[in-house]
């Protein structure tokens, strides 16, 4: 994907082989720690953007994704939407 930026897939089955007995709470917490590390590689290889594809859903993580990135002061935009669909944000360093 070089250094342009890159996709990082959030859906649990992309994350975990056996989601089967998590609650939504675990689901949510695997998909934000993933998040966070994957955020903080692409900081550290200066990558220019990165794409996290969260998915349509109730909204949640996608909400909490946008929140800490604008608590990390990154700036983030709906993903290209005919690549994506609704269901992914677009982080810009």
Partial sequence: FGLS??????????LTSDFS??????????????????LDKAILRKAQRIV???????GR?????????KEAGIKFRDADP???????TEAIF
């Fill in 52 to 58: 996290f594809i969260h998915g349509v859903g109730n």
């Fill in 61 to 69: 993580l996608k909400a909490e994704i946008r929140k800490e990135l």
């Fill in 21 to 38: 007995g998590l609650s939504n709470a675990e689901i949510i917490t695997i998909q934000l720690q993933h998040f966070r590390k994957e």
């Fill in 5 to 14: 930026g890159s996709d990082i897939d959030l859906h649990i089955e992309e």
């Fill in 82 to 88: 005919s690549r994506y669909g609704a269901g992914a």
